[in-house]
């Protein structure tokens, strides 16, 4: 929603702009106080003693004539030094879901899906829509994505973490999969249903969330070898054993008189 | 009978994919195992949070230059022609 301001753009600070904090009594308002204030004195000897007494500089923008709504705000603004914060122009995770849902280059039929997205979501919670999209994107998200490697004759599956973006879109990828499956005409009533069939703790996109993290967990052997052998603790950690060195070193000092068994299979 | 390979070629091996924050990802990796807590809502909750806070302050790898082997085995081809 664009909001009207009566003045410059760049005097108003966006909640995550890089834009550095400018207070209103910038250096445009002072040669405009001290111009006043010399034509008072022109018209009206001994005005300048007067305002400085009472120390109002504030008195001499006010006796100028208002003419537009820039200096009307720079009155108003002078008396409170405190700068206007707006939220920011799109929400990052919604821009995100609509590039995602937009075909054909067509951004503004994908913006509107997600806004009516959003409106089905509150239809059916009665409840900010936006903060429940953002924690099903959140549960949805997988940690890791597996990667195929092969090693000798044997294909194996490697966990590799993901960044924060890359979590992000495959959890909403995993959610407009699952929502092909709910009831509804549109995507944004589908999406809708399965955003809150998340938050409720059920929907595909978190058992498929289930299955890479168990084929991962099966497969955590693999995440620090690459192509060397592994050992495993009891306790559940990986070493590698490029470093032999390196492990003794570790054994001795996780010392519990427990045995080691070899994890990985390298045939 | 000599034999005549029109281009010489080396195809590389797929290296394995590099991960960048290995230890916080076996730790997750094992908390798993331990508790099966698939989710990271209960005890692996502060693991995963490691992972992701690791992953956000590491810098990325910069891209490995290709080996030029294939370049000058073409022309060694053309010279020993």
Redesign the interface.
């Known amino acids: 929603m664009n909001v009207f301001l009566p003045c410059r753009p760049s005097l108003v600070r966006h909640a995550f702009s890089g834009l550095g904090r400018r207070t209103m009594s910038s250096a445009r308002d002072a040669p405009t106080a001290a111009a006043a204030t010399t034509t008072l004195n022109f018209l009206f000897p001994g005005v300048e003693a007067a305002l400085s007494s009472t120390g109002t500089s504030t008195a001499a923008p006010s006796t100028s004539a208002i003419t537009s709504p820039s200096s009307a705000f720079k009155v108003a603004s002078t008396t409170a030094a405190a700068p206007l914060t707006l939220p920011p122009p799109s929400d990052p995770l919604l821009s995100f879901l609509t590039s995602l849902l937009q075909q054909s280059g067509n951004r503004t039929r994908a913006s509107a899906r997600v806004s009516s997205m959003l409106l089905h979501i509150h239809a059916l919670t009665r409840a900010p829509a936006l903060p429940l999209v953002r924690h099903a994107a959140l549960?949805a998200a997988p940690?890791?994505r597996l990667?195929s490697?092969?090693r000798g004759s044997k294909n194996v599956q490697?966990?590799?973490?993901?960044?924060?973006k890359q979590?992000i879109r495959a959890g909403l990828k995993a959610m407009l999969k699952s929502s092909e499956g709910k009831q509804g005409k549109s995507v944004q009533e589908r999406m809708a249903r399965e955003v809150v069939g998340v938050v409720r703790g059920g929907g595909g996109a978190?058992e498929g969330?289930?299955v890479v993290?168990?084929v991962?967990?099966v497969n955590?052997g693999t995440?620090?070898c690459?192509?060397t052998p592994c050992a495993e603790f009891p306790?559940?950690?990986?070493l590698s054993l490029g470093n032999l060195w390196e492990l003794v070193a570790r054994a001795q000092a996780h010392a519990r008189g427990t045995d080691w068994k070899v994890c990985c299979d390298h045939s | 009978m000599p034999v005549h390979i029109a281009n010489v070629r080396v195809r590389p091996k797929?290296a394995?994919?590099t991960?960048?924050?290995?230890g916080?990802?076996?730790?997750?990796?094992?908390?798993?195992?331990?508790t099966k807590d698939?989710?990271?809502t209960g005890t692996c909750a502060q693991a995963?949070q490691d992972?992701?806070h690791?992953?956000?302050v590491t810098p990325k790898t910069g891209k490995v230059a290709r080996p030029s082997i294939n370049y000058h085995l073409a022309k060694l081809k053309k010279i020993t022609k």
């Open positions: 549960a940690a890791v990667k490697h092969k490697m966990p590799v973490a993901l960044s924060e979590r978190l969330k289930a993290h168990r991962a967990m955590r995440c620090l690459g192509d306790d559940g950690g990986v | 797929k394995p994919p991960n960048l924050c290995a916080q990802l076996s730790a997750m990796l094992g908390c798993w195992a331990a698939l989710h990271n995963a992972l992701f690791c992953m956000r």
